[in-house]
């Protein structure tokens, strides 16, 4: 699969495992979908609480539901409804390391929405643990006769791997690589305004210029 052809996406279904994945993965492409009429679910598996976690000031849970109102903010300028968009609060950092019991019941919850024809997910290739598990469970939630794209976040050093798996699709943005650009700003907590954690997450400046690349890039395969 070199092209997927939009139009005929009638709804789909984002799987991300922290709040600015989705962003980072496939902004354009969310936006590109809503703009044609198409139904887009949006998952966001953990509580994205272990950016920061020596803050005092931020607490996980302060910091939680911060990130789940930028998230929310973001996927607004995307189109989003908010009957469309779900937290499922795993905890952030733990997930990959939780065994086969954690993914099955993550399968359960991700298959509880309506069945979608088109999946995007992290890729199985991705460098974080937490990636790789919730692209284990998309795998088990739904049939493999559903089109699915892979976005990698973290390409893998060791073995290296650094692109999704399977065929590549490339998605310019086009008119809507500035919209990218500006709602990644929108997590202002991973972009520097939590200070008080020395060995916390921040997106520099190199990585924002990764993040908001005017292509988006999918593999055909999970």
Avoid at 140 to 145: L, M, N
């Amino acid at each position: 699969m070199r092209h997927l052809d939009l139009n005929r996406v009638v709804r789909a279904h984002v799987v991300a495992p922290h709040p600015d994945d989705e962003a980072i993965g496939a902004f354009g492409l969310i936006t590109a979908l809503r703009s044609r009429g198409a139904i887009v679910d949006v998952t966001l598996v953990t509580d994205g609480g272990a950016s920061h976690a020596q803050s005092q000031r931020w607490p996980r849970a302060r910091l939680r539901d911060t990130r789940y109102a930028e998230t929310r903010r973001v996927l607004r300028r995307a189109g989003i409804r908010r009957q469309d968009l779900r937290f499922l609060g795993y905890p952030d950092g733990d997930l990959g390391f939780q065994g086969r019991a954690t993914i099955a019941r993550l399968a359960r919850d991700l298959a509880r929405r309506p069945r979608p024809d088109l999946i995007v997910t992290p890729s199985v290739n991705d460098n974080h643990a937490d990636h790789r598990a919730v692209a284990a469970a998309v795998k088990r939630a739904w049939p493999d006769s559903i089109t699915r794209l892979s976005y990698l976040v973290w390409p893998r050093i060791e073995p290296h791997r650094p692109r999704p798996r399977g065929r590549i699709v490339r998605r310019p943005l086009r008119t809507h690589a500035a919209m990218k650009q500006a709602a990644l700003k929108l997590y202002r907590s991973q972009f520097g305004q939590l200070v008080d954690d020395a060995d916390g997450f921040e997106i520099s400046r190199d990585l924002c210029v990764r993040f908001g690349h005017p292509v988006e890039r999918f593999g055909s395969r999970p």
